[in-house]
Antibody
Framework: EVQLVESGGGLVQPGGSLRLSCAASGFPFSMYDMHWVRQPTGKGLEWVSG???????YYVGSVKGRFTISRENAKNSLYLQMNSLRGEDTAVYYCVSGQAGWAYWGRGTLVTVSS | QSVLTQPPSASGASGQRVTISCSGSSSNIGTHLVYWYQQLPGTAPQLLIF???QRPSGVPDRFSGSKSGTSASLAISGLRSEDEADYYC???????????FGTGTEVTVL
């Protein structure tokens, strides 16, 4: 059974940092692109960042220079280092993967940026 | 502000057919594959349609996807109460060099 389990969310002040983690199991992690998708409460989905099997990385414009995605294949883990956090970064962050479409989603971890 | 536009809501009586549109451009839908996701209340999204019109195993054939030019559509036939959810289209965008989601459509079964 495929599982994606996010952790690391919480309350942080504007300008602060958080590191999200995603533990994957049930599929060959190193062979899959991995992504983070976020959703503010009551709003739509937004793709945040992705990392390929060769560690090539992609970001949505609003987080470039502030967020860093990485992966550790030996630990079947995905990370998102978030710096200089802003109020508009407040959302549930999902760890996501799949080959033809994103068939694998975690339950999400809530990040709240507020003073 | 998404580059893929969907109607905010759609509705139909039980058993009827509902169609949701997703309007994009040549840099996304016009060039790349389209995906549809269903998000039931309080849950994570799940893949509904991949590669424009393919259904993952387990998705009923009441759900179908299509694409023409820079627009895509999701049709739900034989509408059921358990279809009440938010639906999102998605595609890669060459101009943004990233994935984009549609604005989302809330489906209500009357």
């Amino acid at each position: 059974e495929v599982q994606l389990v996010e952790s690391g969310g919480g309350l942080v002040q504007p300008g602060g940092s958080l590191r999200l983690s995603c533990a994957a199991s049930g599929f060959p992690f190193s062979m899959y692109d991995m992504h983070w998708v976020r959703q503010p409460t009551g709003k739509g989905l937004e793709w945040v960042s992705g990392i390929g099997t060769t560690a090539d990385t992609y970001y949505v414009g609003s987080v470039k220079g502030r967020f860093t995605i990485s992966r550790e294949n030996a630990k079947n883990s995905l990370y998102l280092q978030m710096n200089s956090l802003r109020g508009e970064d407040t959302a549930v962050y999902y760890c996501v993967s799949g080959q033809a479409g994103w068939a694998y989603w975690g339950r999400g971890t809530l990040v709240t940026v507020s003073s | 502000q998404s580059v893929l536009t969907q109607p905010p809501s759609a509705s139909g009586a039980s058993g009827q057919r509902v169609t949701i549109s997703c309007s994009g451009s040549s840099s996304n839908i016009g060039t790349h594959l389209v995906y549809w996701y269903q998000q039931l209340p309080g849950t994570a999204p799940q893949l509904l349609i991949f590669n424009d019109n393919q259904r993952p195993s387990g998705v009923p054939d009441r759900f179908s996807g299509s694409k023409s030019g820079t627009s895509a559509s999701l049709a739900i036939s034989g509408l059921r109460s358990e279809d009440e959810a938010d639906y999102y289209c998605a595609a890669w965008d060459d101009s943004l060099k990233g994935h984009v989601f549609g604005t989302g459509t809330e489906v209500t079964v009357l």
